[in-house]
């Protein structure tokens, strides 16, 4: 089904090839959102910004970096070696946290913020977990940080 709204925009159902192409291309689609590409630039971007954008998703994703703070604080080491590079993880310790809350609270996000911090947990070869990484890891939780904020998406008013 196809509406048209006041200002001319359609909006419409997905189609099942679409649903399964957007999981299909994830990482691609998760690589441009992060990188600032509108989610209203194509179908398949509007649909993994919007799982992006689930409470579930965003739940993982803290879970996921409440795991990485845990191992980085525990005196006994449960992995050999261990999951992420736990010395850069201590140094920015209370940015993770607040990275947590943020995607945790009950607020809109942005799908870029939350597709930053899915690309910083799934990059091994990212600073969260190699020491000499060319990318800076409080760098890119602040960057992440900042844009989960949805108004940091608008263009600046003229």
Known sequence: MVETGPWGVEAREATRRERVLARILAA??????AAG?????HPLLSLRAQRLAR???????????SRVLHEASSPLRRRQPPLADLPA?????????????????????SARGVALV???????SGPLYLRH???????????ATLALDPIADWPAAA
Request: glycine share 2%; net charge negative.
């Open 37 to 41: 590409r509108s989610p209203e630039s």
């Open 55 to 65: 409470p579930s998703t965003r739940l993982a994703l803290a879970r996921a970096i």
């Open 118 to 124: 899915h690309e910083m947990l799934v990059d091994g």
């Open 133 to 143: 990484s060319p990318r800076d890891l409080s760098e890119m939780i602040r960057t």
């Open 28 to 33: 691609r689609l998760d690589r441009q959102l």
């Open 89 to 109: 993880v201590r140094e920015v310790e209370r940015d993770l946290a607040e990275l947590v809350d943020q995607l945790v609270a009950p607020v809109p996000v």
